[in-house]
């Protein structure tokens, strides 16, 4: 990646929001880079099914890890977080803030998991592949907006607790057309 490249990254920036995970680079570009610039905590971890590389371009933020020996990365400008295949993570933004993430072109399965507030346990996980052509925020609001509509699915099957709803609408994502 050259510098002019990430300069242009920076102006994109600007134009960002939560967990959009635009692509910035040409489409032939192997690994892609996903831009996002948050503010509010991501409503579900992400599970890859391959390894994803986060960088933290401005600003600050943690990144909770599930079903590994770390639990999480605190991310000040600079730092790069590598994230192994089929970890579920999750960014809490401590200052709103730019992150790119890499992804491999052929990226395969990607899903989002969710875990009872109560006991921990994973309550609902939606996967889809991942598409070069189409915005990764549209398969994160269809997958918010299926697990908002389902409560059943939203309710833990080890405590009964129902995870909240998450308010979409804070997110600005539009559903896939
Ligand atoms: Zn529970």
């Known amino acids: 990646m050259n510098r002019r490249r990430m300069l242009h990254a920076f102006k994109a920036a600007?134009?960002?929001?939560?967990?959009?995970?635009?692509?910035v680079l040409q489409e032939a570009v192997d690994p892609q880079l996903y831009l996002s610039r948050n503010r509010l905590t991501q409503p579900f971890h992400l599970v890859c099914a391959k390894d994803t590389v986060i960088t933290q371009l401005s600003g600050a933020a943690r990144i909770t890890?599930?079903?590994s020996s770390v639990n999480s990365f605190g991310m000040t400008i600079g730092d790069m977080a590598y994230i192994p295949a089929g970890t579920p993570h999750q960014i809490v933004p401590t200052e709103e803030?730019?992150?790119l993430r890499y992804m491999p072109l052929d990226a395969g399965l990607v899903g989002a998991a969710w875990y009872c507030p109560g006991c921990?346990?994973?309550?609902?996980?939606?996967?889809?592949?991942h598409s070069n052509d189409l915005p990764a925020a549209g398969f994160y609001?269809?997958?918010?907006?299926?697990?908002n509509a389902d409560q059943q699915g939203r309710t833990c099957g080890k405590c009964g607790?129902?995870?909240?709803?998450?308010?979409?609408?804070?997110?600005?994502?539009k559903e896939q057309g």
């Open 120 to 129: 921990d346990v994973e309550v609902q996980r939606y996967e889809w592949t």
């Open 14 to 23: 600007k134009e960002v929001g939560d967990y959009e995970d635009a692509a």
């Open 161 to 173: 607790s129902v995870h909240p709803a998450i308010d979409l609408a804070a997110y600005g994502w």
């Open 97 to 99: 803030g730019v992150c």
């Open 141 to 147: 609001a269809e997958a918010c907006a299926r697990f």
């Open 65 to 67: 890890l599930r079903d």
